[in-house]
């Protein structure tokens, strides 16, 4: 099971150097990146590649540890008896599986995405050092271990929100995945958009990178917003002279709202343009 890629999905070779080494090894790859670099989509990319399921876990802030493996209802059940139901003799039917017992219990080897850990609380990697590294766990309320048949391929994502614990990062293999350099980024559009104006793309990842590069930007502007951007520039059909506009009095980009996402960072380019009028005169 090698991991080199797929049509709609452009890795770079220290990527599918990091996904086949933590295959190899059995452990889960700890994916590293600016928002928007394709972090979570390269789970989808990896279980189409090797025609695995995919499982996924999507963390939130509210996200415990335990509802990875199972949750017990114990009120349905306290409702249910006192009415008589005869379904609460069995603690079973009130046992709702995670996406860990899922995945343990896949009948082919799965994918299991567990995406952005650093938005949960502090504690919740820790919470899972034992069951991601026995692949089991215990289930208290019907007295049974549930093991894994099979170890499934881990692809935990975090975009730096939080510092994960020491302990957990020993037991990941870990890649941070770079922002994409200009040719990278036209193949991926290309992937994206294929037949587009190969001069459009020239001069819009040129205008791209230098907003990027603007000192003091709050958010810089991702690769899915760059696709969104061309896709903007292709149905409007924007001249192309208007990307090769270095007029410093026009600095904000046509169809902007699609790169710049606060409006400090529109002020920014409203205030450099303001700047450039006023030294101009």
């Known amino acids: 099971m090698k991991f080199a890629g797929t049509k709609d999905y452009v890795a770079t070779e220290d990527l599918k150097v990091a996904v086949n080494a933590a295959v190899t090894l059995e452990r889960p790859l700890l994916v ?13 990319e990896i279980a189409r590649a090797l025609n695995a399921p995919l499982i996924e876990w ?10 990875g493996l199972y949750e017990y209802d114990a009120v349905a059940r306290l409702r249910d008896g006192q009415l008589g139901e005869e379904r609460a003799r069995d603690v079973k039917n009130y046992i709702k599986r995670g996406k ?3 995945a343990f219990q896949s009948p082919q080897r799965p994918v299991l995405l567990i ?4 938005k949960a609380d502090i504690e919740f990697p820790n919470d899972l050092l034992q069951e991601l590294d026995r692949m089991e766990f215990y289930v208290y309320e019907t ?11 881990v692809i935990i994502t975090s975009n730096n929100e939080k510092e994960l ?3 957990f ?9 770079k922002f994409p350099d200009p040719e990278t980024m036209t193949r991926i559009v290309d992937v994206h958009f294929p037949g587009i ?3 459009l793309v020239a001069d819009a990842l040129k205008l791209f990178y230098e907003i990027r590069d603007v000192p003091g930007l709050k958010k810089k502007p991702s690769t899915s917003e760059l696709l969104d951007w061309l896709k903007l520039l292709m149905s409007e059909d924007v001249d192309e002279n208007i990307l090769r506009e270095r007029d410093p009095r026009k600095v904000i980009p046509p169809l902007h709202g699609a790169l710049l996402k606060n409006e400090q960072d529109v002020h920014l380019f409203e205030r450099l343009a303001f700047i450039a009028r006023r030294e101009g005169a």
């Open 32 to 44: 590293k990146g600016e928002p928007g670099t394709g972090k979570t989509v390269l789970a989808i």
């Open 58 to 67: 999507h963390v939130k802030s509210t996200t415990k540890a335990h509802q």
């Open 100 to 102: 860990l017992w899922e």
């Open 115 to 118: 995406d952005e850990v650093d």
């Open 143 to 153: 007295n049974e271990t549930v093991k894994a048949d099979q170890r499934p391929i």
């Open 165 to 167: 614990p020491d302990a």
């Open 169 to 177: 990062l020993r037991r990941c293999f870990f890649h941070y995945i």
């Open 197 to 199: 104006k190969k001069r």
